[in-house]
Nanobody, 124 residues
């Protein structure tokens, strides 16, 4: 059974930091990632990491966000620094089924499995 459980969201001022965590189980998964959804906006792929350790980020978070994974703890992280009001969204932990073939960037695909999300709110 797929389980992706996020934590670590909150409200901070612009320039602050947050660290999101996601405990995952029920795999295997070929990739794990973070997506976000904000009211009135399309969903956005934020960062992803595959089983070979290849990492991708959306352009607007490069240099500010860092994705990492601890396989021993079955936990995915997203360290978010220099946060901006436009980063405000519900952040979802996501996973890709190994049977899924993705053509193009995985951040454009949307993944197969989604957690319920953790809210991140950045005030100016």
């Amino acid at each position: 059974q797929v389980q992706l459980v996020e934590s670590g969201g909150g409200s901070v001022q612009a320039g602050g930091s947050l660290r999101l965590s996601c405990v995952f189980s029920g795999g295997p998964y070929s990739s794990l990632g973070w997506f976000r959804r904000a009211p009135g906006k399309d969903q956005q792929g934020v960062a992803a990491i595959d089983n070979d350790g290849n990492i991708s980020y959306r352009d607007s978070v490069k240099g500010r966000f860092t994705i990492s994974k601890d396989n021993a703890k079955n936990t995915l992280y997203l360290q978010m620094n220099s946060l901006r009001p436009e980063d405000t969204a519900m952040y979802h932990c996501t996973a890709l089924d190994p049977s899924t073939v993705v053509v193009g960037p995985v951040l454009d695909y949307g993944m197969d499995y989604w957690g319920k999300g953790t809210q991140v709110t950045i005030s100016s």
